[in-house]
């Protein structure tokens, strides 16, 4: 170990790079409202991992990285739990839990 | 003759023995268990393996998280992920699903499409990595990383702390409104 990592911050970077083009490609092209909201809580930790990997490279001693994470996590938390009681009510209507059936506001 | 294999057998062990060896190897697991379930929440067909393998990609960042040294950031990951959102993903697909019909398409039909806006971004992420040059961090960070993250959470970031812990009041309570539905009459 001479003075640095072993691993350059850009093998953080690609795999949350790939994690978010993953995640884009789920919310992107999944039928089921559920698996949309997965992708969404894919692209979120690939948000993380950029977060906390530039915390221990960049960070300079300061926190804002890690607090950053958290604070996502929270929101993460929160977004989760209304958009799956919003998925509850929708299905309770439409008795369908694709996206692309759900159309009533199409012209 | 001998002597060259006695130094690269030297080298080898002080690798093994250094954090260069297991690093890498350690990162590359972690970064495997996160994509390669990524993948399969993707395009599994049945939505409860696709929320289940949402699990090992999850823990496999808490296990990056580690790597980098942020230690409580992993904990609340594997607490708040792993344990509370899969559980609710899992408890509104069993509410609402004819759970893992193998008929039905997962896919709409703009799979071709989708791929062109998700693989150019990783592109020009992978560019802009590729044309820039990065920070390389210091081997060593000082061992009070979770007092200080709890300081820079109380002291400067206080009023973000407070803020999000009203949203997750206001969250819980219309989460609670919204899926009871509208009341019989």
């Known amino acids: ?107 | 003759m001998a002597a060259l294999w006695q130094s690269i057998w030297q080298a080898v062990w002080q690798a093994f023995l250094s954090g260069s060896f297991w690093y890498p190897l350690a990162f590359f697991l972690f970064a495997a268990g996160v994509l390669i379930p990524a993948l399969l929440v993707v395009f599994s067909k049945n939505i409860v393996h696709s929320a289940l393998w949402l699990l090992p990609c999850l823990a496999s960042v808490a296990g990056l998280f580690l790597l980098l040294g942020a230690e409580l950031v992993a904990a609340i990951q594997i607490l708040i992920y792993c344990g509370g959102i899969v559980v609710l993903i899992l408890f509104a697909i069993m509410l609402t699903h004819g759970v893992g019909d193998p008929d039905v398409r997962v896919h709409n039909q703009q799979l071709w499409w989708a791929l062109l806006p998700a693989a150019g971004l990783g592109f020009v992420i992978l560019y802009l990595l590729h044309s820039e040059s990065w920070p390389v961090a210091p081997p060593a960070i000082s061992a009070d990383v979770t007092a200080r993250l709890a300081d820079a959470l109380l002291t400067s970031y206080v009023l973000a702390f407070e803020v999000a812990s009203v949203i997750l009041l206001v969250a819980m309570i219309g989460a609670i409104v919204i899926a009871r539905g509208e009341p019989k009459q």
Do not use: H
């Not at chain 1, 221990?56 to 993460?76: D, K, L």
């Not at chain 1, 977004?79 to 369908?96: H, Q, W």
């Open chain 1, 1 to 107: 170990m001479s003075g640095q990592l072993p691993i350059p911050v850009q093998a953080y970077l690609v795999v949350s790079a790939a994690l978010f083009a993953i995640g884009l490609l789920g919310v992107l092209t999944r039928r089921n409202a559920v698996a949309v909201l997965l992708g969404v809580e894919l692209m979120l930790n690939a948000a993380n991992i950029n977060f906390v990997a530039f915390w221990r490279y960049a960070g300079g001693g300061r926190m804002e990285g890690q607090v950053f994470a958290v604070i996502v996590m929270t929101i993460a938390a929160a977004e989760a739990a209304i958009a799956l009681a919003i998925i509850l009510n929708v299905y309770r209507r439409f008795k369908t839990m694709n996206v692309d059936q759900i159309a009533l506001m199409k012209g």
